[in-house]
C-alpha cells in the first residue's frame, strides 16, 4: 500500500464525503471553535452533556481537507454516549496512533488514522476537531437554542 | 512564442530524480526554485579554495575571498542597473531586507500621523514589518484595494490616487503577488508615489528571477529580494537601495564590520554597504549568488519572462474547463506572471497537493503567507502551480491530467 | 598530550593549495575555519536531491527539507545539550544571535536606570548591539574589567561582584575572547549573575567549535555561534534561548513562517523556535551546519580542546624569545584558547601578516573588531595566530622562524 | 618581482625605517591629524604656509605600517616648496598609481608605491598622510608654537 493510499483509506475518504452529524444538534449547549491558520482548516464543535455526565448530543460545522472532515466525523460518532474522561481516552488512542503509524489490531475506525503519520504536516488537520471538541466540554452551559419544534 | 529552454534542464541536477516512482514534475517555483550546476559548483570551489573571512584580511585568501564577495555585490548592483555596487546590502532574503526598511528607516523618519501605504495582495513578508513599524511610530497603515471579485483587475489605481495623500510618507508594494500573479506596473506605483513625495518599497521577491528589472528606469527608492527563487542558494538576498538614502540610514543590526571607531561608550558607523551589514556575512552565497545571475543574464532575462507568461496562459488554458476548478487572479488574455493560483470544489487544496504528489508533482497548498488576502477572497486556501525556465507544456499536461483525476477521486 | 588529528587535514581541500608557492599555512581560524569535505558534501547532496522551501510545503521534496532542516535543530540542541529544539534559533551568526536579543529582549524588559552588563574584553559584535539597546531604553552600559596590564589574568572577578548589582537585568560576556584567548569561567559568571536575577548572554563564538558546550551545566540563559567559525559554512549560525524567554519573546525580524494569523490590522505569533525565524530561513546551509557538528563530535569535542590549548602552549614558548616580541593574554602556564595575539616592536601588524603570508602563512592583524580593548592595552594592532584541529606542531615552528625573518626585515 | 617584494621596494623600506620630516617643525603654523581606524594607523602633520603661499615647512607624527610611515616621509620630501594645487595635484599622480598599478617612467618616489596597488586593504596606508596634509592646509593659521630656541 502506497503512503497515498494509507493516508486515504476508504473509511476516511466515506466519512469526507459523507460526514456524519454535520450540523448544529437542537439540543447542543456547549459549543467551541477551533481553527488551523496554516491551512485555513476550521472547526465548531457543538454538543449537549447530558444529567449523566456523557455527552447526549454531538454534531459539528466548518471547512477544511479530507483528513479533518473525517476525523471531525469519526470524532462525533466516537464520542456520542461518552463521558469527558472516556473522550480525552479516545484522543488519546488516536494520538498514539498519529505518532506511531501503527494500527492497533484490536481499534476501530480511529485506527484509519495511521497513514497520517507518514505526513507529519497533516497531523493537525486529524487532531484538530478532537481538540475543538475536549475545549466545547470545558465550556459552561448555555441554554439550548430554542427552536421550533422544542417548544412546548 | 515563447523561447525554448528545455536544454536547461539538463543544467539543474534535482529535476533528475523521481518521486513516487513518477518523474518529478516541480512547479514549486514561486516558494524555491532549483539550482543550476553552476551554482553548486561555484559554492564548492569557494569552500574547496578561497574561503576565508572577508574585509580587512591581508593575507592570500582573505583577499580573495573579499574579492569575490565583492564582485558579487558590483555583479548584483549590475543585474539590478543600479548606479553604485555601495547600492546593494546582502541580506538573509526579502524578509529581511523589508524588516531592515521598515526597522530602521520608519524609527528614524516615521512621525505619528503619518501614513505607510502597502496593498491588499502583500505577502505577509511585506506586510507584518509594516504593522509593526507604524504601530510603534504612531502612524497609519492603510492598502491600496485589489479590484474585482477573484483580483482579476489588479490593483485598483482609481483609489490609488486618492490614497496617496501627503500624508503617506512611504509607499510597499510587491512587484508580482505570489499568490493572484499579478504584475503591478512598478515604474507608474513609483512616480505616483513620487509625486506625493512618499518612498516606494519594492519587494521583488517573485520577479527578480523572472523579469529583467532595472532600479533606476523603475523608478523605486528601495528593492527587495531573495536568492533562492533565482536560481540562487537560500541563505542569501538583496536589498537595493539609493545611495543617499542607506547613507543616511542609522544600521539596524549592529556589530562588527559596521563601525569606523569604537569606544566602550558609542560607536560611530563606516558609510553603505558596511554600514549596513554587521558580522561575518553570507559570503559564499553571495559567490554563488552571482553566478546565479550569470546563469540568468546567459540565458537572457527578457526570455525567461516571456516563456513564463507563455505557460501561465497555456495553464490558464488547460485549467479553464476542469469541472468545479476556478482560476485566481487575472483573466485570461491579461498579463499573468508565472504562476496560477485556483480552487477546486470538492478537494481541498491540501488533499490537492497530496494527490499530485502521487503523481511526481510538486504544488503549493495553503494561504501562501497572504491570509488577508484569501480572507477577502473568501477562500480558505488555494492550490498553486508556480513555473520556471525548466518548465515545459508537458509539465501543464501533466498538472491538468492529474487535476482531472482529482476531481474524480474526491468528488465522485 | 594531545590527540593527532593530522589525518584528518586529508579531510578539508582547501588546505591543500600553494599561496605564493608555497603550501599554505592556515592560521586565522577566529576569523573562519575551514570545512570539511562532508560539510560541502552536505550543501551539494542539499541542492541535488532535496532542495525545496521548508514548512507548510507537503509534497515529496518540501517535506524533505522541512525533515533535514528540523534535524538540523535538533541536532544543534543536542549539540549544545539544550532541552528543547525549540530553544534553537538559526541565525546568520553570533552578530545576528547578538542583535536579536539586544534588540527584542531589551525593547520589551529594559527600563530607565537599569544595569546592561558587559566586559571589557567584547567583539565588537557583542558591544555595540548594547551600546544601541541600553541607549534606546534609557538603561546604562557598564564593563567587568580585565586584570593585568597586558590582560593576562583574565575578568577582574572582585570587580564583578561589585559590578553586579541589583539593577543589572542582563550580562553579556564571551566565553573566550577572540583577540586575548582569554577562557572565561562561564558556568561561575552564569551563578553570579543569576544570583542577582540578571539574565545571562553568552558569545561563544570563539567557543562553540573548540569547547564541549552544555548551556545546562553552564547554566546560561542566551548563548550565540556561528557555523562559519566551526567548519560549518557562512550564512548560518545559533541563538540558544531558555524556551520560556524564547515564547515570551517578541519576534524581531516579522514576515512569513512566524506568524499564526494574520488580518490587515495586526499579526499574533508562533511560538518559537517559529516566531523567530522570519522569512525563509537558510536551508542548505542548516543542513550543512549539521555535518560540520556531526564531524567535530566524530573527532570528539574534548580532544579537540585538549588538541587546542596544547598548540596555544607550544606557540606561546615558540615565540617567547623572538626579540621585540609581546604576547597579549593568559601567562604561560594559565589556560589558553587555540589563539596567540601578539606585537613586535620593529614591524606594524599589516607589514607582519603580509610578509608572513609570502610564506604562506595566513595571520591576521588588526584590532580584530576589539578597538576598546586595544586601546586599553595601549595597542594600536596585534597580530594574531589562531589555531583550529588540522593544525600541527610543524606550523607553528614556521610561523616562529617566520617572525625572525620579518623581525630582521623590518628591524634590521 | 614578486608581489611582497614590489610592495616593500627599497624606497619604502629606507623611508619606513628611517623616516625624513619626523616630529613638529618649530615654525608650524597648521595641523591635522587622520587615522584609520581599521588598522590603528594615525598621522598628525604639521606645516608652515609661507607667505608665497608655499609650504615652508613640514613635519609629521603617529605611528603606522610600513607603507603609511614611509608615505609620510615621501610626501613631506615632496610637500616643501609645493603650493596648496601643486601638492594636491601630486596626491592626484600617486591616487593614479595606486590606481593603475603602473609606474611612470618620468617619476620620482612616488612610483615606489605602484606595488601597493596589488594589496587593496593598504591603499589606505599609503594616502592617509596625504589626506592629512591636505587637510592641514585646509586649517586656519595658527600662532607657531613658541619653543626655547624660538624667543628673541
Ligand atoms: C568573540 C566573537 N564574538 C562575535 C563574533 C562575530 O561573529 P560573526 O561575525 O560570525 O557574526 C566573533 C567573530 O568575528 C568573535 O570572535
Ligand atoms: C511576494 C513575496 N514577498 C516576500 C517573500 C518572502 O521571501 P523570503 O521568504 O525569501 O524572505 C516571498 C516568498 O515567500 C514572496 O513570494
Not at chain 2, 209 to 226: I, N, Q, T
Not at chain 2, 303 to 326: E, F, M, N, V
Request: charged letters at 20%.
Amino acid at each position: 500500500m502506497s503512503d497515498f493510499d494509507d493516508l486515504y483509506r476508504d473509511v476516511i475518504l466515506d466519512h469526507a464525503k459523507r460526514p456524519r452529524n454535520r450540523g448544529r444538534p437542537p439540543t447542543a449547549n456547549r459549543a467551541a471553535t477551533g481553527d488551523n491558520p496554516t491551512c485555513g482548516d476550521n472547526c465548531t464543535v457543538h454538543l449537549r452533556l447530558g444529567d449523566d455526565g456523557r455527552v447526549a448530543a454531538i454534531g459539528f460545522e466548518g471547512s477544511g481537507c479530507a483528513i479533518s472532515q473525517a476525523s471531525a466525523s469519526i470524532m462525533t460518532t466516537q464520542a456520542k454516549g461518552k463521558s469527558p474522561a472516556e473522550l480525552e481516552a479516545a484522543f488519546g488512542h488516536l494520538k498514539d496512533i498519529l505518532a506511531s503509524g501503527k494500527t492497533p489490531a484490536d481499534f476501530d475506525e480511529l485506527s484509519a488514522f495511521a497513514g497520517v503519520h507518514a505526513f507529519p504536516a497533516r497531523v493537525k488537520c486529524a487532531t484538530l476537531p478532537w481538540h475543538t471538541a475536549l475545549e466545547a466540554l470545558k465550556q459552561p452551559d448555555q441554554p439550548a437554542q430554542m427552536v421550533e419544534g422544542q417548544k412546548s | 512564442m515563447s523561447a525554448d529552454f528545455s536544454a536547461a534542464r539538463a543544467d539543474f541536477p534535482a529535476l533528475h530524480q523521481t518521486v513516487h516512482r513518477k518523474p518529478l514534475i516541480y512547479l514549486d517555483n514561486a516558494a524555491t526554485t532549483h539550482k543550476p550546476r553552476v551554482v553548486i559548483d561555484a559554492l564548492t570551489r569557494f569552500y574547496e579554495r578561497d574561503n576565508s573571512n572577508v574585509h580587512r584580511g591581508l593575507h592570500a585568501l582573505s583577499m580573495r575571498a573579499t574579492d569575490s564577495y565583492e564582485a558579487a555585490r558590483a555583479r548584483a548592483a549590475a543585474f539590478l542597473n543600479a548606479a553604485d555596487p555601495a547600492e546593494i546590502i546582502f541580506t538573509r532574503g526579502t524578509t529581511e531586507s523589508v524588516n531592515l526598511v521598515a526597522q530602521s528607516w520608519c524609527a528614524q523618519n516615521l512621525r505619528p500621523g503619518d501614513v505607510v501605504l502597502a496593498t491588499e495582495m502583500e505577502h505577509h513578508s511585506n506586510l507584518v514589518p509594516w504593522q509593526v513599524a507604524a504601530r510603534r511610530a504612531g502612524a497609519r497603515l492603510r492598502f491600496v484595494p485589489i479590484a474585482g471579485d477573484d483580483a482579476e483587475h489588479g490593483l485598483d489605481l482609481d483609489a490609488l490616487d486618492r490614497l496617496l495623500t501627503p500624508q503617506v510618507k512611504l509607499f510597499a508594494f510587491t512587484h508580482i503577488s505570489n499568490t493572484l500573479g499579478t504584475i503591478n506596473p512598478a515604474a507608474e506605483l513609483c512616480a505616483r508615489a513620487r509625486k506625493v513625495g512618499a518612498l516606494t518599497v519594492v519587494d521583488a521577491a517573485q520577479s527578480a528571477g523572472h523579469e529583467p528589472l532595472d532600479v533606476r528606469a523603475m523608478g523605486c527608492d528601495f528593492l527587495a529580494f531573495s536568492g533562492h527563487k533565482m536560481a540562487g542558494p537560500t541563505g542569501i538576498g538583496v536589498l537595493y537601495g539609493r545611495r543617499a538614502l542607506l547613507d543616511a540610514l542609522d544600521p539596524w543590526q549592529t556589530g562588527g564590520g559596521i563601525v569606523a571607531n569604537v569606544t566602550y561608550e558609542g560607536a560611530t558607523w563606516k558609510p553603505s554597504p558596511e554600514r549596513h551589514e554587521a558580522g561575518t556575512p553570507n559570503i559564499a552565497d553571495a559567490v554563488a549568488l552571482h553566478a546565479a545571475m550569470d546563469y540568468l543574464d546567459a540565458l537572457g532575462r527578457p526570455a525567461l519572462a516571456a516563456h513564463d507568461h507563455a505557460l501561465a496562459a497555456q495553464a490558464t488554458a488547460a485549467l479553464a474547463d476542469i469541472p468545479g476548478l476556478r482560476i485566481i487572479g487575472p483573466r485570461p488574455g491579461s498579463p499573468r506572471a508565472g504562476l496560477v493560483s485556483f480552487a477546486l470544489t470538492d478537494a481541498h487544496a491540501h488533499d490537492v497537493v497530496t494527490f499530485a504528489d502521487q503523481d511526481g508533482i510538486a504544488l503549493r497548498g495553503g494561504h501562501h503567507c497572504n491570509q488577508p488576502l484569501m480572507r477577502k477572497l473568501g477562500l480558505p486556501s488555494t492550490v498553486r502551480a508556480s513555473f520556471y525556465l525548466y518548465n515545459t507544456e508537458a509539465d501543464i499536461t501533466a498538472l491538468a491530467t492529474s487535476l482531472r483525476r482529482i476531481q474524480k477521486f474526491f468528488g465522485g
